[in-house]
């Protein structure tokens, strides 16, 4: 079992940033690709971007390329998300994941484990 817990979220004017970080408990958190999603009102959950058990490998969806960064701390079992450059449309509710599998992948069922969420807010 591995635990996830979010935070960092928050009301942000676009334009401007945020860092969520997910900490990680239970099992081995260097063993696990660690994912993004997020999930507007209305909107099914989306894949925003994931990293490999190293941090060595990444991969985005095109809508936050250039703007978001992944990034991850295995002594410290944490995952990051800066987001630079937030939009309006950035606003949802961000989830972090855990697949036991090192392969990138894009697709929420194919994650294991999932934090509770955190509320990211940008406005106009």
């Known amino acids: 079992q591995v635990q996830l817990v979010e935070s960092g979220g928050g009301l942000v004017q676009a334009g401007g940033s945020l860092r969520l970080s997910c900490a990680a408990s239970?099992?081995?958190?260097?063993?696990?690709?660690m994912g993004w999603f997020r999930q507007a009102p209305g909107k099914e959950r989306e894949f925003v971007a994931a990293v490999s058990w190293s941090g060595g490998s990444t991969n985005y969806a095109d809508s936050v390329k250039g703007r978001f960064t992944i990034s991850r701390d295995n002594a410290k079992n944490t995952v990051y998300l800066q987001m630079n450059s937030l939009k309006p449309e950035d606003t949802a509710v961000y989830y972090c994941?855990?697949?036991?599998?090192?392969?990138?992948?894009?697709?929420?069922?194919?994650?294991?484990?999932w934090g509770q969420g955190t509320q990211v807010t940008v406005s106009s």
């Open positions: 994941a855990a697949d036991s599998t090192n392969v990138l992948r894009t697709t929420p069922d194919k994650y294991d484990y």
């Open positions: 239970g099992r081995a958190f260097s063993n696990y690709v």
